[in-house]
């Protein structure tokens, strides 16, 4: 079974930058096409980005530009890298194991972590 967890949320000033991590259980790591979410409070849970197995990468309008997924395989790890941060960034960042169906929809990841806060104060 699949177990994720988040790590390098915090608090940090618009403008600033904050770098998450994800690290993944298992051996087949390399297969796995990974998610970030979050959601604020009193909001929907939020599609953030996603990385592929092979290596394609997707975003939401409104981080592109801002925000960059990556993975390291070898560490069993994914990095989403968050810039020029925003106070409507601050949101509990979550990462997720994609499974099939609208990338875009939290129902179509089967595997989730517990969270990490991030906040923007302005």
């Known amino acids: 079974q699949v177990q994720l967890v988040e790590s390098g949320g915090g608090l940090v000033q618009a403008g600033g930058s904050l770098r998450l991590s994800c690290a993944a259980s298992?051996?087949?790591?390399?297969?796995?096409?990974m998610g970030w979410f979050r959601q604020a409070p009193g909001k929907e849970r939020e599609f953030v980005a996603l990385?592929?197995?092979?290596?394609?990468?997707y975003y939401a309008d409104s981080v592109k530009g801002r925000f960059t997924i990556s993975r390291d395989n070898a560490k069993n790890t994914v990095y989403l890298q968050m810039n020029t941060l925003k106070p409507e960034d601050t949101a509990v960042y979550y990462c997720a194991v994609y499974a099939l169906g609208d990338y875009r929809r939290p129902n179509s990841y089967n595997h989730w972590g517990q969270g990490t806060q991030v906040t923007v104060s302005s």
């Open positions: 298992g051996r087949t790591f390399s297969t796995y096409n």
């Open positions: 990385i592929l197995s092979g290596g394609g990468t």
